[in-house]
């Protein structure tokens, strides 16, 4: 089995939503100090680099990441673009091979996901869709089209992939976020697997 490590690291200033809070991260305990050991002190938004979204981020009564299903988040996945998912002798063969992941490349607005082809996922059986892009949304209006498609089915998105090692393709996927006890999104880390 070979396996691909499609997440972001977390580090402290990293890069994150314009509205999001920064990423601290610093020593709070260091051998070099004189301390018994190391330890860091961190603090991020819940949805820092790699992360998934669950529906509690767009719904009050949506459920919270530590109530997601594993059979959501480890599944048999696609890695592919919008266009090519569209397809229909595609979509037969995600079928076929009993897909329930959709890991999308491209970072442009041509390559994102429209709340059409969200709905066309949650037809297909879609359990998780995830993006490289850091939200799914091609816009930063209020009214989140394509988070509230996805999540109103309880499809998972996952924001913020790293797929530049992954040839589209057919793979498992292991996406696990912190178990964060009601919480609306989660760091997660994302590893493709393949024969």
């Given at each position: 089995?070979?396996?691909?490590?499609?997440?972001?690291?977390?580090?402290?200033?990293?890069?994150?939503?314009?509205?999001?809070?920064?990423?601290?991260?610093?020593?709070?305990k260091a051998l070099?100090?004189?301390?018994?050991?190391?330890?860091?002190?961190?603090?991020?938004?819940s949805h820092t680099g790699t992360h998934i979204d669950a529906?509690?981020?767009i719904f009050d009564e949506g459920e919270t990441v530590d109530e997601i299903g594993l059979e959501s988040l480890i599944c048999r996945a696609v890695v592919t673009d919008v266009r090519a998912f569209s397809?229909?002798?595609?979509l037969d063969e995600m079928s076929k091979r009993n897909v329930k992941g959709l890991l999308l490349r491209g970072l442009t607005d041509e390559d994102a996901l429209t709340e059409e082809k969200a709905i066309l996922a949650v037809n297909s059986g879609i359990k998780i869709v995830g993006t490289e892009r850091m939200s799914i949304e091609?816009?930063?209006?209020?009214?989140?089209?394509?988070?509230?498609?996805?999540?109103?089915?309880?499809?998972?998105?996952?924001?913020?992939?790293?797929l530049e090692r992954a040839k589209d393709g057919f793979y498992n996927l292991m996406c696990l976020p912190l178990k964060l006890k009601n919480a609306d999104g989660a760091p997660?880390?994302?590893?493709?697997?393949y024969d």
């Open positions: 089995m070979k396996y691909i490590d499609i997440t972001k690291p977390i580090f402290d200033g990293m890069e994150k939503y314009p509205t999001d809070p920064d990423v601290k991260i610093s020593a709070y070099e100090k004189g301390d018994s050991c190391n330890l860091l002190s961190v603090a991020f938004g529906p509690r981020h397809e229909k002798g595609f091609t816009s930063t209006g209020k009214s989140h089209p394509v988070h509230r498609a996805l999540l109103s089915n309880d499809v998972i998105i996952v924001e913020n992939l790293i997660a880390r994302a590893v493709l697997s």
